[in-house]
């Protein structure tokens, strides 16, 4: 029924830049904390970041002064600018929203397809 769709991967060097996007078919999604994950061949999927409505945000110590989050209520889309990118990054990135404030995966509620980012050495 809510519908998140991630944009903005592809292939960069390492230490080069991108902006991934997410929009949310929802009325609500100012109500919704959004956070984003990633999913590296033969790993377990990671939390990377969450912003939550007030704009508070948390992230990974991985990503911290590399990645940062933000949202555009009225585009219904939440943003993630990551700099600096480094091999390790490579991983499927996944959207996701959460009714409550949460870290962890099986807290949120809506998933979505998720978004490639391949960064070269």
């Known amino acids: 029924q809510v519908q998140l769709v991630e944009s903005g991967g592809g292939l960069v060097q390492a230490g080069g830049s991108l902006r991934l996007s997410c929009t949310a078919s929802?009325?609500?999604?100012?109500?919704?904390?959004m956070g984003w994950f990633r999913q590296a061949p033969g790993k377990e999927r990671e939390f990377v970041v969450r912003?939550?409505?007030?704009?508070?945000?948390y992230y990974a110590d991985s990503v911290k002064g590399r990645f940062t989050i933000s949202r555009d209520n009225a585009k219904n889309t939440v943003y993630l600018q990551m700099i600096r990118l480094k091999p390790e990054d490579t991983a499927v990135y996944y959207c996701a929203a959460a009714q409550r404030a949460t870290t962890e995966a099986y807290g949120y509620d809506y998933w979505g397809q998720g978004t490639q980012v391949t960064v070269s050495s």
């Open positions: 929802v009325r609500t999604f100012s109500s919704y904390t």
């Open positions: 912003i939550r409505s007030s704009y508070s945000t």
